[in-house]
T-cell receptor, first 110, second 115 residues
Framework: LAKTTQPISMDSYEGQEVNITCSHN???????ITWYQQFPSQGPRFIIQGYKTKVTNEVASLFIPADRKSSTLSLPRVSLSDTAVYYC???????????FGTGTKLQVIP | GAVVSQHPSWVICKSGTSVKIECRSL??????MFWYRQFPKQSLMLMAT?????????EQGVEKDKFLINHASLTLSTLTVTSAHPEDSSFYICSAKLANQETQYFGPGTRLLVL
């Protein structure tokens, strides 16, 4: 299982774009990258998943460079409700388990 | 779609009693369910992996006789904390996934407080 490293915390003003980068230097060929969001006292919520290049959905974009040793979650125009912990995970599709890292605590400031 | 529920959402019990937590996949059949524990201001720690109809696989350091897991159907897994002690107080979260899919869908969590 690939180990992931993220910044412990980030601050951003409301309305700005936020980019959270995750390092996964020992990612395996078959590993996908998945990002989750967790609010206090709630279970994590799936945000986005990708394998390479760029993936976009209605809430975020995920950028993965060619070497796949890192990935960046991009949240456009954050609001106060985006204040949460964001986890980056790397694992093989169909693999039994993943390991949660420390996550990044994003604080959105009015 | 892909909704996972947990019951109860919170529970307070006396030391020495047993507590059962249910995890249900409401709109899909989950071949695999996972149980996590999360202490305040910490990340999720995987406790065990549960496959329907087979024994759970516990992570190192997790006592299988203390944390009993039953995955009797494709939509229900239960975690029983036996002889609970104050140090078992934590936030317990389950997740479920379909076969051949990476994405885990998480339940809302169960807050356990052992007095």
């Amino acid at each position: 299982l690939a180990k992931t490293t993220q910044p412990i915390s980030m601050d951003s003003y409301e309305g700005q774009e936020v980019n959270i980068t995750c390092s996964h230097n020992n990612i395996a060929t078959n590993d996908y990258i998945t990002w989750y969001q967790q609010f206090p006292s709630q279970g994590p919520r799936f945000i986005i998943q990708g394998y390479k290049t760029k993936v976009t959905n209605e809430v975020a974009s995920l950028f993965i460079p060619a070497d796949r040793k890192s990935s960046t979650l991009s949240l456009p125009r954050v609001s106060l409700s985006d204040t949460a912990v964001y986890y980056c995970l790397a694992g093989t599709r169909g693999y039994q388990k993943v390991t949660f890292g420390t996550g990044t605590k994003l604080q959105v400031i009015p | 779609g892909a909704v996972v529920s947990q019951h109860p959402s919170w529970v307070i019990c006396k030391s020495g009693t047993s507590v059962k937590i249910e995890c249900r996949s409401l709109d899909f059949q989950a071949t695999t369910m996972f149980w996590y524990r999360q202490f305040p201001k910490q990340s999720l720690m995987l406790m065990a992996t549960s496959n329907e109809g087979s024994k759970a696989t516990y992570e190192q350091g997790v006592e299988k006789d203390k944390f009993l897991i039953n995955h009797a159907s494709l939509t229900l897994s239960t975690l029983t904390v036996t002889s609970a002690h104050p140090e078992d107080s934590s936030f317990y979260i389950c997740s479920a996934k379909l076969a051949n899919q990476e994405t885990q869908y998480f339940g809302p969590g169960t807050r356990l407080l052992v007095l």
